[in-house]
């Protein structure tokens, strides 16, 4: 009698532990992790197309080596800031995300002044590498996305109760979203 009642008890915990939510919230978890794979691969792929640009630019006569050197510099501290999936909290991602802005922001002022210089306007390496990066921009911000859907449903799992007591105890914590950068909600100012 006493062994029928353990296996009960066991068949019990078992059950409720199947149904606490656990899998689920690895599951989610998982789902995070991928994402932001997806978008550090995104970046990189930024990174890698920097220096063939870079390189195609310097070719062009009298060419402003302090923009340059702002890119070379903006895209090594881009690349030095790493973040793992495990530590996508607010203030990290908002570090990562301010490194990855001065290098956008590198690059978009590298991109203006080619304006002045029709020679590299016209050069094929430079076209194809331009259509890359912009390709690249687009990839990014649809990962970014992705990312934040899958944080979002990740999060809501781990807040929702009853999940939240199997999360506290498991130490499933909320993860951080990428957020508008500060200034994008107006319009840059474009003149000609």
Known sequence: MK?????????????????CGYNTMVQ???????AWANVQNAYQRRADLIPNLVNTVKGAANFERETLESVINARAKATSVQLSADDLTPENLQRFQAAQNELGGALSRL??????YPELKANQN???????????????SVERR???????????TVRSFPNNL????????????FQADP??????????
């Open 183 to 192: 200034g994008a909600e107006r319009a840059p100012t474009v003149q000609f």
């Open 28 to 34: 989610k978890d998982e789902t995070v992790e991928t």
């Open 126 to 140: 430079f076209l194809e590498l331009q259509a890359q990066l912009e390709g690249t921009e687009n990839r990014i």
């Open 3 to 19: 062994k029928i009642f353990l296996y009960l008890i066991g068949f019990i915990m078992i059950n409720s532990l199947s149904s």
């Open 111 to 116: 991109l203006v002044s080619v304006e002045r």
């Open 166 to 177: 199997m999360a506290g105890i498991f130490g499933f914590e909320r993860k951080g979203h």
């Open 146 to 156: 992705k990312f934040n859907e899958a944080v979002q449903d990740y999060n809501t």
